[in-house]
C-alpha cells in the first residue's frame, strides 16, 4: 500500500513536470488509451473524449504565454487499482486546487481524469471561502 | 459491472436529492465514515478532514438562499471498488462541471471526494471555453 502511494505520487509529479515541461508528447503518455478518460479544465465544459483531451493538452501547452505551473499540498488516496489525489497548483498568483485520478494498468498509474479549478482566496489556514464568492 | 454503474448512478442521485432537499443527515450519511475523504466546493481550498466537510456541508444547506441544484449529463466511470462520475451541476442559470468519487463499502457505494466548478460559458456542443477565462 505504502508503495502504491509512493508511485501514485510520482506518477503526479510527472504529470506536472510534463505540464511545466510543455511535454504534449509525456502527457499524452500519461493519459490511460486502454480505459474511458475525462478532463475538466479551469472554466471549461467537462470533456469526455480522448481524442479531444488530447488536442486540449496540446493546445494549452503549445500556447507561447503558458503559465508556469508548481503542484503543491498533495494527498493520495488509493482505492485497489484506483487512486487519486487533490493538490494545489500555483500558477503566475493563481491558485487552484486540483483533483487528478488515476488507474493502474499494468504496473503503471495511468490518468484518467482531471479536474482544476481556481480558489476564490489564498489558503492562509482558514479553509472557507468567502460567500460573495460562493456558488455553493 | 452493469449493476455497479447503475448502483454508482443511484448514489450519485441520491447525493443531489441530498443537496436539492437540503437533507444535512442525509448528506452526512453519503459521506464516508470508514476511509479518509475530500470536498472541493467551487472557490474554496481544499477539504480533507470529514468534520470540516460534513460542516461545510451544513453551512450550505442550512443558508435560506440556496440555489436549487440539478444535476444534468452524467458519465459514470467504475474502476473495482472505486467510481466517479463526471456530470453538470444546473443552478440559478449558473452551469457547473463536478466530479464525485465513491467508494464500495459493504455493499453501498459512499462519497469519498466531490469537486465542483463553474463553468465560464454554457456548454454548446463546442467544449472549450474563451481564452481569455482560461487559467490554464
Tied chains: 1, 2.
Excluded at 60 to 81: Q, S, W
Aim: with cysteine; net charge negative; hydrophobic share 45%.
Amino acid at each position: 500500500m505504502r508503495e502504491d502511494v509512493e508511485a501514485v505520487l510520482a506518477a503526479n509529479r510527472e504529470f506536472y513536470r510534463a505540464f511545466a515541461n510543455r511535454d504534449a508528447e509525456a502527457m499524452a503518455n500519461l493519459w490511460s488509451r486502454r480505459n474511458p478518460i475525462a478532463c475538466i479544465h479551469p472554466g471549461w465544459d467537462a470533456l469526455v473524449d480522448r481524442d479531444q483531451i488530447i488536442r486540449s493538452w496540446q493546445q494549452i501547452l503549445a500556447t507561447r504565454d503558458a503559465p508556469e505551473i508548481e503542484c503543491l499540498n498533495v494527498t493520495p488516496y488509493v482505492i485497489g487499482e484506483a487512486a487519486f489525489v487533490v493538490c494545489h497548483e500555483a500558477l503566475d498568483g493563481n491558485m487552484l486546487a486540483a483533483t487528478n485520478i488515476f488507474r493502474l494498468e499494468d504496473g503503471d498509474w495511468k490518468l484518467i481524469h482531471h479536474q482544476s479549478g481556481p480558489l476564490a482566496i489564498l489558503p492562509l489556514g482558514d479553509m472557507e471561502a468567502p460567500s460573495s464568492e460562493r456558488l455553493h
